[in-house]
């Protein structure tokens, strides 16, 4: 024991001994380094290079050393619209405190404000980035931190800008507290594992607010997705968590909030799916766990593709959408059990808080909407309303076995 004691301090020691070797380079105009290309070069692992504020034009940053590249005051460093601003191509960074603005452009090499080049433990955290073609761009990162940037572009078309923050071919990544406007997508994950999406705002994107591709094991949790073109697209990916998250305002002809594409072995809890054309869309997509999620003034609240098998939607919420549930196929092997429907007109004679018969769904009129849309013209007749409660009693068009058996009387309290 006393000799493991013995090595314990030499290693202590030791460690106090480099520590005490890192050192501070200060940059600014009033500084012995004018630049930061300079400070790199004389600087040494584990060194803190603070930068004063003022306005950087310096051709591309390559970061080779486990440095702290820490701004002042938020320096800006300026791509002038023709270069990468930030490379990282070390481990053990940390990058924070800068205004990032006007990169370069282009669909070969991908430019960004801050790229990260297969990097373990590297910190991207406190930063502007305001008219970057890639905001934050990560590919083959593991361990990496993405928390509390803002990013604000101003794309026009998708084929002109990237996406805010985007992840290629990386594990276990946190990216949170991010807020990411006006990009192609706002996040990007593509073979991006075990990872974490927390507390991020997206919002005014032009294609999704979050993408995902070929992304297992991952979680995004607290998120807000607001007024994108749409606002989540899960896509041929498994165990996927998400949880507590917001999806609304996502509007138009093919929008939705939420897209499941082949996905399976998931969860969706707690979200709020409010004034979407689509709330959650689904596609070739199996056991997924539903559960105490609301869906609030949606144009449809869902839409489950007749491909989709062993779903089970339990203690949600519909609310004041337009159509609750829609589908193109009359074999449902998905279940409803235990949601509230503002629709359900039942009744409750024993007062256990549960619908005494059954609810369908499906309004006969969504079914002849899906194939004539014109027929949107007749939505407040009272014609339609009276054959949807005909559909109701005697099903014929409707898928008659897709219906909740235990329809609460009142809305959850989620």
Known sequence: MKYLFHIS?????????????????????????????????????ADTILV???????????????????GVNYPVLDGENKIEVLSVKANHVLISGFKII?????????????????????????????????GIYV????NCKIKNNTLLA??????EIGNGIHCWKSDSLQVTGNRVEGHRDGIYFEFVTNSLIWMNTSTKNLRYGLHFMFSNNDSYIGNSFINNGAGVAVMFTNKVK??????????????????LKEISDSYIEGNVFEKNTIGILMEGTSRISAKK????SNGWAMQIQASCMEIEFTKNNFIANTFDVATNGSLVLNSFNGNYWDKYEGYDLNKDKTGDVCYHPISLFS?????????????????????DKIEKVIPSLTPENLKDEAPLMCALSL
């Open 9 to 45: 301090l030499v290693f202590i020691l030791l460690a106090s001994f480099h520590n005490s070797h890192a050192k501070c380079i200060r940059v600014g105009k009033n500084q012995y380094c004018k630049s930061i290309h300079k400070a790199l070069d004389i600087a040494n692992n």
């Open 367 to 387: 079914v002849i909407l899906q194939n004539n849309p014109p027929a949107i013209l007749l939505f407040r007749s009272i014609f339609v309303s009276l054959l």
């Open 102 to 134: 006007h990169t370069g452009s282009g669909t070969l090499d991908d430019p960004a404000g801050i790229k990260l080049y297969d990097c373990k433990y590297v910190t991207v955290s406190n930063n502007q980035l305001e008219d970057t073609f890639f």
């Open 139 to 142: 590919q083959y990162g593991i």
């Open 293 to 296: 999620n609301s869906f609030i």
């Open 154 to 159: 101003f794309g026009k078309e998708e084929q």
């Open 242 to 259: 998400m949880f507590n998250n917001v999806f609304t305002q996502n509007w138009g002809d093919a929008s939705y909030g939420l897209l």
């Open 52 to 70: 004063d504020a003022g306005v950087y034009r310096e051709k591309n940053i390559l970061i080779l050393k486990s440095i702290s590249l820490i």
